[in-house]
């Protein structure tokens, strides 16, 4: 795979300075909070970077680097659903490398997360793509299980229409809200033994649930 067939760089470099833009116009003014650890909750944290306005942390108790201090949710929210960047992904961008990322990308992906549910003996029922854009990793899923039920978890008014299109069951929220509606979360690198049942799987996976 070529960084080009996914990524051509006429329309990556438009699509990156609108993001910058967007950066300062949906956060700049916000306050900023810190938060724990996203891989294991530690709250000693040492500062490491700041880009495009954004400072990123590391955890020194499981080494995750990640962005905190971070906005509030409300910013995410609205840069989503309303910013110049996010449109030109989702109405330029993206249309214009989806079957080029169908092939390299989420085909590959689908076997290899498909060929470990079965080495784990794993029964997937339900499949939930966080942040699911076009859905085509849902879609190429579905391939394989017709019967399985997907899910799209998107903010983006636009990239949540092209879901339902495909007839899945859509959630338009960030994953922050989204994930509520299934209760028994279990992030994906726990999966290491034959103990779940029936797991939603993508980005996240669930023990029972909905």
Sequence with gaps: MKEHEIRPSKLLYRYLELSVQDAD??????????????GCAGTDLAFQFEKNGFPYSLCKKCGTL?????????????????????????????????????????KPRV????????????????????GAG??????????????????????????????????????????DSGINAYPNFIPYHQIKSNRFNNILLICCIFDGGK
Excluded: H
């Excluded at 116009?25 to 996203?38: G, L």
């Design 111 to 130: 076997k290899c997360l498909s060929d470990l549910c079965n080495t784990k003996d794993i029964s997937v029922k339900k499949i939930i793509d966080v």
């Design 66 to 106: 990640f962005q905190s201090p971070r906005p509030p949710f409300e910013a995410f929210e609205a840069f989503y659903r309303n910013s110049e960047s996010s449109r030109y992904w989702a109405e330029s961008f993206f249309p214009a490398v989806a079957e080029a990322r169908r092939e390299k990308i989420f």
């Design 134 to 175: 076009y859905g085509i990793f849902l879609d190429e899923w579905r391939k394989l299980d017709p019967d399985v039920i997907a899910v799209a978890i998107e903010p983006s008014q636009l990239l949540a229409e092209e879901c339902r299109n495909k007839k899945f069951e859509v959630i338009e929220d960030l994953i």
């Design 25 to 38: 116009e949906c956060f700049s003014d916000c306050r900023k909070s810190t938060i724990p650890c996203v």
